[in-house]
């Protein structure tokens, strides 16, 4: 029972009752030290929308080139573009298809060493369309569902590197779900094809090729300081809801982002989540798809420009998660993705208001924790199962678009269309 006096009670109301929060709720929530009351508000929000079930993937990231035109503050991935020298070594460390060795259960282990990317003396590199091929393919060999592919702004590919990649995954890996490029690469898209395709244009000649949906990176903050600030060259909000816009008038599911803990206040976050649940609510109302998830994004300072910012705190995270289920009522999953909240606190959050853990991921280079530079960050499907038991929850592999999977005895997927 919450006490009358609980500052949070007025809200507590309003969640029971399926009210919509509004701005100075969400600051109210935040300045609540009861972080009990939040949990459970969250909570009832998350249960009500699915009950204990807690959704993971099997999925595979793959970063095609660290290269990339601008110069985010917050951004350790990008580096300088330099003509890759073909004479130059590979380094172990930085490998997109390095699997550490060890085989687990759903298969990873072997290394194509062709596939393997040449790196610059600066740690640049960009992958042919065979080594993001053979990535892939390992994927689906060991069962992945999806490959989640974004890269730098790369100066100079051209259009149709990305337009084959996705042809030359579907016919590789038949039945895999291709999540791929970032608003901002979407944009990027528009300005190096001659003459200029508009946004739906690319997004159809994508989707023409495979692309299956939109993944939500990109968003950091809506706000004119902060992106003045910390992204000043990249493109903003009004261009990001575009491209979103027009892939849900096209029937083009994606996902939203909120990259905390950097510069921006809690009142930026409020209004940053407010923007996108007026977005879906246009969605909602007169497209043919929307925003499946919102996946709030912690900041990790190490080696990048705001280095000297200290990172948000477990509590910082687990407030805002919380809050962004609760903000976010028209958004039906809220995830936690554990590169950046870590596996336990992203444990904790599903009783915080969080009802998908993403995923087996396998490699990841945008962001390496205390600066270990290791890119192969994976939770095998045995640990994310474990994870979400141990919380209460009952673990539902879904595909990329919330629909469950099953498998045979073999784990071979024998549904989904
Ligand atoms: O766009 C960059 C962010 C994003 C840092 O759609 C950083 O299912 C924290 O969007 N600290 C990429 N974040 C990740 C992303 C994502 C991840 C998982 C699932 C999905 C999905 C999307 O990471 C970037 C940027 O917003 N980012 N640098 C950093 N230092």
Not at 65 to 83: D, M, Q, T
Not at 115 to 131: C, F, K, N, Q, V
Not at 378 to 397: W, Y
């Amino acid at each position: 029972m919450i006490a009358p006096d609980n500052p949070l009670k007025p809200i507590a109301d309003k969640v029971h009752a399926g009210q919509r929060l509004t701005h100075e709720d969400g600051l109210t929530l935040y300045a609540s030290n009861d972080i009990h009351t939040l949990g459970e508000l969250a909570n009832t929000v998350r249960e009500r929308l699915h009950g204990r079930k807690t959704f993971f993937n099997i999925n595979r990231h793959i970063n095609y080139s660290n290269y990339c035109v601008l110069r985010c503050k917050f951004c350790s991935f990008y580096r300088p573009y330099e003509k890759p020298d073909p004479n130059a070594q590979t380094t172990e460390a930085s490998i997109p298809l390095q699997i550490a060795g060890q085989p687990n259960e759903i298969g990873h282990g072997d290394v194509d060493p062709a596939g393997l990317p040449i790196l610059s003396d600066s740690g640049g590199y960009e992958m042919t369309i065979d080594e993001v091929i053979a990535a892939a393919k390992i994927a689906h060999e060991a069962g992945a569902t999806e490959v989640h592919i974004v890269g730098g702004l790369h100066p100079k590919l051209p259009f149709s590197y990305y337009t084959d990649m996705c042809s030359a995954i579907r016919e590789s890996c038949p039945g895999m779900h291709i999540k791929a490029f970032t608003a901002i690469e979407i944009i990027h898209f528009t300005r190096i094809t001659k003459p200029r395709k508009t946004i739906a244009d690319v997004l159809s000649a994508l989707r023409d090729a495979g692309l299956g949906s939109l993944p939500g990176g990109g968003a950091e903050i809506f706000d004119d300081r902060v992106h003045d600030e910390a992204f000043k060259n990249k493109v903003g909000e009004a261009e990001w809801f575009e491209v979103h816009r027009n892939a849900h008038e096209l029937g083009i599911f994606s996902n939203a982002t909120m990259l905390y803990g950097h510069i921006e206040t809690r009142e930026e976050r409020i209004n940053h989540l407010i923007k996108l649940r007026e977005h879906q609510d246009a969605s909602l109302k007169s497209r043919k798809a929307h925003f499946n998830t919102l996946i709030p994004l912690s900041f990790i300072p190490d080696e990048s420009e705001l280095d000297h910012i200290p990172a948000p705190t477990g509590l910082e995270d687990l407030k805002t998660l919380a809050i962004s289920r609760l903000m976010l009522d028209n958004v039906p999953h809220i995830k936690a993705f554990w590169i950046m909240q870590t596996p336990k606190l992203a444990q904790v959050s599903l009783n915080w208001g969080i009802d998908d853990l993403d995923g087996t991921v396998f490699y990841y280079d945008i962001t390496k924790r205390e600066g270990d530079g290791t890119t192969h960050q994976e939770l095998t499907v045995d640990k994310l199962q474990r994870l979400i038991r141990e919380a209460g929850g009952d673990p539902i592999e879904r595909d990329t678009l919330y629909r469950p999977v099953t498998r045979d005895e073999t784990g071979q997927v024998v549904v989904n269309a």
